[in-house]
C-alpha cells in the first residue's frame, strides 16, 4: 500500500473549532444532564401534541413499562389534577431515537 503525505494549511475561522466526532456527540450528550422537559418541551421535540404523545408513547403499555419513574424510569406521570407531566430529557431523547421506528408504526 502506498501513502501519500501531504501537508496542508487549511484556515480555521477565529469562531470555529475542530473536534472530534466523539467529542461532539460527548458534548450533545452532556447538553441534556440535569435538564427536565415538560409536556410542551416534548412537544415540540417530537412535534406532536400532547394527545398524541400521551396516546402513542406515554401510555402504551410497551412503552410505560420502561418510562415510568415507579419502574425506575425517567417519566413522571401525574396522579392528580394539576401536576404536572416531568421527563428526564437526556434519557428520554435517548429512548425516542431508539425507538423511533416503533413510536411511528403505527402512528396516526
Request: aromatic share 12%; charged share 30%; net charge positive.
Amino acid at each position: 500500500m502506498q501513502k501519500l503525505n501531504v501537508n496542508l494549511s487549511i484556515p480555521v475561522p477565529s469562531e470555529s473549532v475542530i473536534i472530534s466526532k466523539v467529542e461532539l456527540e460527548e458534548l450533545k450528550e452532556q447538553e441534556l444532564l440535569g435538564v427536565y422537559w415538560n409536556m410542551k418541551d416534548l412537544e415540540k421535540r417530537v412535534n406532536r401534541k400532547s394527545e398524541w404523545i400521551k396516546d402513542n408513547i406515554l401510555y402504551p403499555s410497551r412503552f410505560r413499562k420502561t418510562l415510568d419513574c415507579e419502574n425506575n424510569g425517567f417519566v413522571f406521570y401525574p396522579k392528580t389534577k394539576g401536576q404536572t407531566w416531568s421527563f428526564q430529557a437526556s434519557r428520554m431523547a435517548k429512548f425516542l431515537d431508539e425507538n423511533f421506528s416503533l413510536i411511528f408504526q403505527k402512528a396516526d
